[in-house]
């Protein structure tokens, strides 16, 4: 079989902590180990002049120039005329779109068979939009929209995202997790007492402020722990707020902001961690959390949006009410006190995450999944 996968997509596999890139990268290397299998990618690349194409292991890489910003009210036009090119040069039995906003619109009139994973929700995260990014999310609702009633087939990542999907579609729905790459099912041991780990952009939505003042409970109780901050600041605005929370109660001994970092550095923090911590209004099945489960760390996660369909509260971890910094620290402190706890957690933890999560396993669920939506879609013609 031979798949196209068209998302966003790393070129620099060194520095990819989550999101829809990890997502397509980690598929896309986990199918083209499969037998019978060609799998390529289509990413468009912004300051990129000319089409790239490149072979990273089994997978055959397509990299084309993407189109200005103004291309979003032509609905992408001259980025679909690239896509459809490369399209007719490589004759895919199915391509996988990640995303729904600008990648459906570039193969919904490609004739070739399809089938979309959405990742967010776009409606709900624009709705904590302020100023004039409300019209650009307004916008992104449109197009989501758009897509769900383009689509004859859709992956859902997470049971959580359906109500939200099911109304829009008359699409076939599907039900695959995302794939981890498997080093972090290999990863050593090597607590630090008290580390907690932070892995995300720094966005509202992610909740950061509110584990700051979380943290700043910490301190006033005398926990003995440190917060490592992973991740780049996409919101500057809210990036600028954090920072001055952080000058105006000091945390320096508390909080080590890291910005981003390597995956190979980003693996040694999980090892060094006792847990992770993602207190997100918004999130459908964070990789993060995902990748903390392999490691055998238990997660404290806000009870909100996807998240406890992942974290099993008392079990693999703790949800805590989302927006409340002294319940996030109770939970937090619960787990750093109590090693006992820790250790049956992640244990629990990682036991899901090899069931749920692997390579192997993701792949195959999704070569079945495709062919089911290859029939559906011959079906229908």
Known sequence: ??????????????????????????????????????VHTISLAKGLRSRRDEKCNLVHEHYLPSGPATVRTLYYFPDRLHVARVLREIQPDIVHVHGQLRYPACVWTSGFPWIMTPHGLVAREASLYSGPARWVGWFYVRQERQAYRMAKNIILCSDYIRPFVEPHTKAQLYKAANALDDRYFQIPDKEVQGSILFAGSMTRRKGVMHLFQAMKVLKERGVKCKLFLVGKTNDSEYGTALRKYLEENPLSEYVDWLGTVEEQRLRELYGECSLLVLPSLEESLPTVIAQAMAAGKPVVGADSAGIPFMVHDGETGYLAEYGNPTDLADKIQRLIEDPALRQSMGKAARKEAEALYSSEGVAGTHLEIYRRAIDHWNDDL
């Open 1 to 38: 079989m031979k798949v196209v996968i068209i998302g966003n997509y790393p070129a620099d596999k060194s520095r990819i902590l989550g999101g829809t890139a990890a997502v397509a990268w980690r598929l896309a290397d986990a199918l083209s180990k499969l037998p019978e299998m060609e």
